[in-house]
């Protein structure tokens, strides 16, 4: 998700135009939490057992089509089982807590006062979300808002504890939350961040893969210091994460064909952010209505929803709509990442159930795919060469 300008998760969108977030307390957002140094002999001691890649379930959140996948993590002393997204769109953990009862009733909430190693820095911070964690662009820019309270405690994956972990625990948020099946956000960006940041001291690699699978296949997992080989049917085609990136995954794009063809302006180099938080892709305004005129001329604005697009359900399941999006390997070779012609159609619009919304939200300035390209392919997230990689999953096109 990004924040406030950027996709994420449900939330998680911390951030703005490109990367996550936007804060709401006026300052400018990056916030940067990062664990603190693992005491050395510590580190040496788990080192010594050995730091290799292990995996962890994630569970997708499928309502019609496939959401968000989410993963537990511990937190505190003794540890609390908490399920967060692992958000490729942001960079900054948070998830709701029992110092904001009521209005995070309906999700799990840490309970601070249970914790030994739990401290509050005692300073509160507001962030709203560009994007939401469904497929609806996000209208009002009190829509999404987390009122969060920064801290730190011990954070535990992998049976691996990282101590002193910076984190925010929400203490309000607007209703648009309360329904989702997790508690927050894990933000994973390109640089390792939290808990990963200590296992990385510790001596993992700098790496995670992602298996972000359709809901009929199951299985989804985040793979944390390498990949899953049992969950890769290809070679994996590498792509260098163009320098200056600050944090946030994205490749250089040169291309963008539907169905085989293009046009000069979806022929222009553009940059394309990964988010794992956010379900559906944003392009510019004139980008996706270029893209929308190659598939149908039916495809129009949805005018109570400002970003959205749609047809009638009746006309949409024929629609042939396979985007193809060209980068470039690190050795100079051109390949595509296709968003099949399945994804197009992400539901029934509440408001008016004979219209379907289509895949793409338009968003000047952010141009940005998220689970429906990811659950194509195995994604490689190689924090230490600052490239991505991408393999077929052996997922059918067509799921
Ligand atoms: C997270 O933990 C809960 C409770 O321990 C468990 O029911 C759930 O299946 C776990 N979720 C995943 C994705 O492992
Ligand atoms: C880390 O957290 C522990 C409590 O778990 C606390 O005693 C210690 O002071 C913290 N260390 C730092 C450097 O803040
Ligand atoms: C936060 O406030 C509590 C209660 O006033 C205090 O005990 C604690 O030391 C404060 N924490 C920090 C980091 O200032
Ligand atoms: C929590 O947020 C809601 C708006 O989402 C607001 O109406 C309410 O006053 C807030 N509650 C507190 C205690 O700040
Ligand atoms: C990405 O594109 C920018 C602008 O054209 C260029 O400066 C940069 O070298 C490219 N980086 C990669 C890794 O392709
Ligand atoms: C990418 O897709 C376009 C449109 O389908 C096609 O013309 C091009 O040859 C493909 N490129 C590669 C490297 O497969
Ligand atoms: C697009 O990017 C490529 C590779 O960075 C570069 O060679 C080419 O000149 C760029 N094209 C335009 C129109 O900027
Ligand atoms: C979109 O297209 C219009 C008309 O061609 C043009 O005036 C405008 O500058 C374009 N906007 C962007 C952001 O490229």
């Known amino acids: 998700m990004l924040t406030s300008a950027v996709v994420g998760l449900v939330a998680c969108a911390l951030s703005v135009a490109g990367t996550d977030a936007v804060a709401t307390t006026g300052s400018p957002y990056k916030i940067s939490l990062a664990s603190r140094k693992i005491p050395k002999g510590h580190a040496a001691a788990l080192r010594r057992r050995g730091m290799t890649a292990f995996s962890i379930p994630l569970d997708d959140q499928f309502d019609g089509t496939d959401l968000q996948w989410f993963g537990n993590i511990s937190v505190g002393t003794p540890p609390q089982t908490i399920p967060v997204v692992f958000d490729t769109g942001s960079e900054t953990l948070e998830f709701t807590s029992t110092q904001c009862g009521a209005p995070c009733a309906n999700q799990i909430m840490f309970d601070t006062e249970k914790s030994s190693t739990y401290i509050s820095y005692n300073q509160t911070f507001s962030i709203a979300f560009a994007t939401g964690g469904g497929v609806n662009p996000v209208i009002s820019a009190d829509e999404y808002v987390l009122t969060m309270l920064a801290g730190e405690d011990t954070i535990t994956v992998g049976g691996i504890a990282t101590p002193n972990v910076s984190l925010y625990t929400v203490i309000n948020q607007t209703e648009a939350f309360a329904s989702d099946p997790y508690s927050g956000i894990q933000g994973m960006s390109t640089q390792a961040q939290g808990f990963f940041a200590g296992l990385v001291q510790q001596g993992l690699p700098a790496m995670f893969g992602m298996y972000l699978t359709p809901k009929i296949i199951g299985n989804a997992e985040l793979t944390l210091g390498g990949v899953d080989e049992s969950k890769i049917f290809s070679d994996i085609l590498w792509s260098e994460v163009p320098a200056g990136s600050d944090g946030t995954w994205q490749l250089n794009s040169s291309q963008i064909s539907v169905n085989g063809y293009t046009t000069p302006l979806l022929a222009s180099n553009r940059t394309v952010i990964f988010d794992s938080g956010t379900s559906n892709a944003y392009f510019d305004t004139n980008t996706t209505e270029a893209?929308?005129?190659?598939?149908?001329?039916?495809?129009?604005?949805?005018?109570?929803?400002?970003?959205?697009?749609?047809?009638?359900?009746?006309?949409?399941?024929?629609?042939?709509?396979?985007?193809?999006?060209?980068?470039?390997?690190?050795?100079g070779e051109p390949f595509n990442l296709t968003i099949p012609s399945s994804e197009l159609n992400v539901g029934p619009f509440s408001d008016d159930p004979s219209t379907c919304q289509t895949l793409i939200n338009a968003f000047d300035g952010l141009e940005l795919v998220g689970g429906s390209l990811l659950k194509h392919y195995y994604s490689v997230w190689d924090l230490s060469n600052q490239r991505m990689g991408f393999a077929w999953n052996g997922v059918p096109q067509w799921l």
């Open 291 to 331: 893209i929308y005129a190659m598939i149908s001329p039916n495809i129009k604005p949805y005018a109570s929803e400002p970003g959205a697009y749609g047809i009638a359900c009746s006309e949409i399941g024929t629609l042939p709509a396979t985007l193809d999006l060209t980068f470039t390997t690190i050795t």
